[in-house]
């Protein structure tokens, strides 16, 4: 048996939990590979929005196995908080999940770091959700971090006092002023919440369930242009976020990958600060956010909205070996008269369909226009029902980027969906 993998193909928030959600009565386990709580994965269903963060989006199925991998940094507090919000839908959450020993702990002055380093960049801040997720990281690269199987030591909170200390320390060099009891408050309860789960070896346990033949779908997080090593540098998160990253965040060898499954919008958005080629300003910018309901899950704060972007979309598809690509929002569309897709870069009056190394660098879209479908999608379920116009805009999308679609998305419920293949 392999593993499939779902993740993002853009600057995250293309709606991968749906998809999960959609896609979790076909797998046994569901398994988060990296990221943080600046996660949010957004599921709706019998008239209920749910937002998950640390924890995969399968614990909604009931007899699906979940795992918090070890690419993953947990923080106690929201964890706690999240378990909370599950368990008051009567979800029982015990036999369902499962966390990592090697998942890193986010600790309360990871939070207050994130935030004094982000408040002294100014002008060149990066947009951090200030989850405390890139401080974490650091230790965890650093060779400094606490773990969640470090929580079963006798010696766990001389540990905790050890790294808090140092990083107070560190504090020292901001001009910026914090009351640690506040970020503090919960923190140890969120460590109880944990302990209250089965901790596991996860490497082992998923490389058991393979044999045993069980299924499992590896859930990404944030979006493949958002990845450490190849996003668009610096304005990143601090994780690998492309399917090479599920390897590492879940104890897998690269042979053990099966199916990738890209998910992109048909059009493009993105939080916080950075380039983005396809941005729209102004009044069709603000339309496709109103339209579109584009407002972060975790912060709520406004996203910048554009068209597709195919090199990008190509860039990333190449990156993770993507086998074929769901496509979500494509209702959104419908308000809209004419639609443009990003066909090449121009940089430096020269065309290119590559990412530059900088591409923080001025890049001026090249763009192909197109109809766009009138008709409401929203409660159409099948591909027979679909209008020309997006039928041609699919084929488009799959003759640019020679990769099939097999799902699109027509609303947020887990019920509008369409499989295509």
Not at 106 to 116: E, F, G, Q, S, Y
Not at 264 to 286: H, I, W
Not at 319 to 334: A, Y
Not at 369 to 387: G, N, T, Y
Request: glycine share 10%; with cysteine; net charge negative.
């Amino acid at each position: 048996m392999q593993v499939d993998v779902l993740l993002g193909l853009q600057w995250g928030d293309e709606g991968k939990g749906k998809l999960v959600d959609v896609m979790t009565p076909e797998y046994d386990v569901i398994a988060r590979f990296q990221g943080g709580p600046n996660a949010g994965h957004t599921l709706e269903f019998n008239n209920i929005k749910h937002i998950t963060h640390n924890i995969p989006s399968g614990v909604f199925r009931e007899d699906s196995i979940n795992i918090i991998g070890n690419g993953v940094v947990l923080d106690p507090i929201i964890f706690m908080q999240e378990i909370d919000e599950v368990k008051a839908l009567n979800v029982e959450l015990g036999s369902r999940l499962k966390i990592s020993r090697k998942a890193h702990l986010i600790m309360p002055t990871h939070r207050v770091l994130d935030a004094a380093s982000e408040a002294a960049k100014g002008k060149t801040k990066i947009g951090s959700t200030l989850k405390g997720i890139g401080p974490a990281y650091m230790d965890k690269t650093g060779r400094n971090g606490l773990r969640v199987g470090d929580i079963e030591s006798p010696d766990f909170l001389d540990k905790y006092k050890f790294l808090t200390n140092k990083h107070l320390q560190i504090l020292k060099q901001y001009d910026f002023e914090f009351d640690l009891a506040d970020y503090e408050a919960g923190w140890m309860e969120g460590i109880e919440a944990i302990k209250s789960f089965e901790l596991v070896n996860g490497e082992y346990l998923i490389n058991q369930y393979l044999e045993e033949g069980k299924t499992v779908l590896g859930e990404g997080a944030q979006g493949s242009m958002l990845d450490i090593d190849f996003g668009s540098y610096p304005y990143v998160t601090s994780s690998n976020t492309i399917c090479a990253g599920a390897c590492i965040g879940l104890g897998l060898a690269p042979q053990k990958i099966g199916r990738v499954i890209g998910v992109f919008k048909a059009y493009c958005t993105r939080v916080g600060s950075g380039p983005f080629p396809t941005e729209l300003e102004g009044e069709m910018g603000e339309a496709l956010r109103e339209y579109g309901a584009e407002y972060g899950a975790t912060t709520g704060r406004p996203r910048r909205c554009g068209w597709l972007d195919i090199p990008a979309l190509k860039y990333s598809i190449m990156l993770s070996g993507v086998t074929e690509l769901n496509m979500t929002k494509s209702d959104v569309l419908t308000h809209f008269d004419t639609l443009r897709v990003c066909t090449a870069y121009k940089i430096n009056g020269k065309q290119t369909r590559e990412l530059p190394f900088d591409i923080n660098q001025p890049v001026e879209p090249v763009y192909r226009e197109m109809p766009v479908w009138k008709e409401d999608i929203s409660k159409m379920r099948s591909k027979e029902e679909l209008p020309v116009e997006m039928l041609d805009y699919l084929k488009f999308i799959e003759s640019e980027v020679n990769i099939p679609v097999s799902v699109i998305s027509v609303g947020p419920d887990r019920e509008q969906f369409i499989p295509l293949k």
